[in-house]
């Protein structure tokens, strides 16, 4: 399908969110189609493959590339059908880090020889370039080809900052790129990226002009079973570095399933001092409220706090229990419960600890009188655990993800550094499941859907 400029206009109006249809999450997975069910695609036809390759392999297959190793079920129904696949993504921010150790620990794990194109596309006529095109027309079904990380040029980057008055600019460049994949590269597109959830040209663009879309088999995996089941969580604990989580908090309640909220981190901060604020008083947040921080992530306005106000008012009304620090690590290694002007948490206080697991208890007692088993979703960390100083909260919460599961309850961890925390201080089999994307589980969960699959059911249903 060629994709004019109006209809990329379009297109770009829903991406960026100008244009909101509302559809919940088990809205989208129900109306695009998994790799499964791409049956009448014939041998010898090229499907795109948007992978999830931004991974750094280990010595050994196995170690670091959880990510490679969760395609392979869609890339081996692929090479059953005869597909030739095309497979294109990103490796981290840095647009000069390349793929090549990617390619090889793929082929390593399906077993075979992937060719490599390290220049693919010609950015100054937005134009694939003929290696590319030849490549593809000497492979053999089966094949696999592996393109160079899509960062390496600036349309892959193109949407990340831009806003709704930019639409009219982009819209004739990312159409040529999206209908020169279409006529040069492939016109079936399979998306087995579960971790780009960023606006990438490859994932939110590139479908527009394919013919046929798929979910891959383990991103509709964790779309429809996991994240389903995390939509109906009674327990949320959440914390991190940005207040904007708030937001993704807000809508997880909205749900009207959750009955206690432990935060820590940045949010926590907001809540506190909203909770404070409800009762008539005030709480110093330390250099988080200073306006001098503002253009710090840490920085909390005030109009986050009124909006945390009007969470733990609502909340408290439906019988919702909020759960938050009551001292502190601060900078320089004091444990406090209040916070002067110049302060900042880096870490959650011994006496949280013991609260929290005092209310993970209650939290247990109260999952009993339930008739099926109760669900908690842990996002974020604690405090700079990165840095040893402040990993004594995270590490020490750990054991109470273990404790929730051994009672009986399903506990996930939804990436990013709460997986990475669940690595380091404890054991996978002491959750029900750690997802291996932090953002894409929060898109999901939270305010914004996944950008992915807005593009998706637009290319499914052709609604634009």
């Known amino acids: 399908m060629v994709v004019t400029k109006e209809k990329m206009e379009a297109w770009l109006r829903r991406i960026l969110g100008v ?49 490679l190793r969760s395609m392979k079920e869609t890339l081996e129904i692929g090479r059953s059908r005869g597909w030739i696949q095309v497979i294109f993504g990103h490796i981290g921010r840095d647009p000069q880090l390349s793929l090549d150790k990617v390619c090889k620990r793929l082929g390593e794990i399906l077993g075979c020889e992937i060719k490599f194109i390290s220049d693919w596309f010609d950015p100054a006529n937005l134009t694939i370039r003929p290696e590319l095109v030849e490549a593809i027309k000497a492979a053999k079904p089966g094949d696999f080809i592996l393109l160079e990380n899509t960062r390496k040029y600036d349309i892959e980057r193109v949407l990340w900052k831009a806003k709704p008055a930019d639409i009219p600019n982009l819209a004739e460049k990312l159409a040529k790129v999206a209908n020169e994949f279409a006529e040069k590269v492939a016109r079936v597109y399979v ?149 002067g002007p110049q302060d900042q948490q880096f870490d959650v206080g011994p006496a949280t600890l013991d609260l929290f697991e005092k209310k993970i208890g209650e939290f247990l007692e109260w999952a009993k009188t339930l008739n099926e088993p109760a669900i908690a979703f842990h996002n974020g960390v604690f405090g700079k655990f990165e840095d040893p100083r402040f990993e004594a909260g995270t590490k020490r919460f750990m054991a109470q993800l273990k404790r929730m599961k051994d009672a009986g309850v399903r506990v996930y961890v939804g990436g990013g550094e709460g997986g990475k925390a669940l690595e380091l201080y404890g054991q996978p089999d002491w959750v029900t499941h750690n997802f291996t994307a932090g953002g894409t589980v929060l898109n999901a969960l939270g305010s914004e859907p996944v950008p992915f699959l807005v593009a998706l059911e637009m290319a499914a249903t052709k609604s634009f």
């Open 19 to 67: 244009d909101k249809v509302k559809l919940g999450l088990l809205d989208y997975i129900a109306r695009i189609p998994r790799v499964k069910d791409l049956t009448d695609v014939a041998s010898g036809t090229p499907v795109l493959v948007r992978g999830d390759l931004d991974c750094k392999p280990g010595a050994k297959v196995g170690e670091g590339d959880i990510r």
């Open 191 to 339: 998306h087995e990226a579960f971790s780009a959830g960023s606006l990438d040209t490859s994932s939110v663009v590139v479908p527009a002009a394919m013919d046929k879309v798929a979910l891959g088999e383990y991103a509709y995996g964790e779309f429809s079973g996991p994240l389903a089941d995390c939509l109906n969580a009674q327990l949320v604990i959440s914390s991190g570095l940005k207040i904007d989580k708030l937001d993704d908090l807000q809508a997880m309640i909205d749900r009207g399933k959750i009955r206690w909220v432990f935060t820590a981190g940045s949010l926590a901060m907001g809540l506190i001092k909203a909770a404070y604020q409800l009762e008539g008083k005030d709480f110093c947040i330390g250099v988080q409220e200073d306006p001098a921080h503002k253009d710090q992530p840490y920085y909390i306005p005030p109009e986050r706090v009124e909006q945390a106000k009007k969470m733990i008012a609502e909340g408290r009304q439906k019988g919702i229990q909020f759960v938050m620090p009551v001292d502190f690590v601060l900078q320089d290694g004091r444990v406090a419960s209040t916070l």
